[in-house]
């Protein structure tokens, strides 16, 4: 059986040696690599070719968030689970919104990581109990808003092609020939339909909907 690949991103060392040494009692596992920071954890998923990535939120540098839309970006068939010790909403609901595979605190038992890892490999989403209420809560809230419609036009596609390419605003204006200001007023719209909240997550969402 060919071990599922793993790499860990996090700023802790004691929580990098606990998955380590967690992973190190199921063959069916291998731990490829470790990184402290964002950074080098993008190159290590470009060198080890990782099947589940698993990410904290808050690292020294680039945010989790931050590295999470850089991968997909890179990678967008890539199973990324957020392992961490914060339950915020907004960053459980960014997570999801961005394309993790699942969200889980670093509070759960050996077994219920061991499980998320397997439920992601298989491409399953994996959420833990504590934030299961949050998703549901925010998903009948949203359901109450009027909703725009889920299509793109021309021009904003057009300008997403230009964000993935990572084009600044003065650059999709000076292409679009539209100031800057027309720029960021589309791009609200944008947000709205791909349901992001930042450039990075509205490029990588577009890439992993295929709309790019």
Known sequence: ?????IIV??????????ISSLLS???EFALVGEADNGADGLNL????????ILLD??????????V???????QPAARVLM?????DEEYVMTALRSGACGYVLKSVSDDQLVNAIRAVHRGEKVLSSQVTDQVIRHALTEQSKPQRPSTLDEEEIA????????ASNADIGETLFMSQTTVKRKLRPIFETLNVQTRAQAAAEAVRRGIV
């Open 68 to 74: 999470l839309a850089a991968i997909l970006r890179q």
């Open 83 to 87: 392992l961490t010790s914060f339950d």
């Open 1 to 5: 059986m060919t071990p599922i690949r």
């Open 9 to 18: 991103i996090d700023d802790h060392p004691i929580v990098r040696q606990g």
């Open 57 to 66: 939120i808050r690292m020294p540098g680039e945010s989790g968030l931050d």
């Open 45 to 52: 998923v470009q060198t080890a070719h990782p099947d589940v």
């Open 25 to 27: 009692n199921y063959r």
């Open 159 to 166: 300008i997403l092609r230009l964000l993935v390419k990572g």
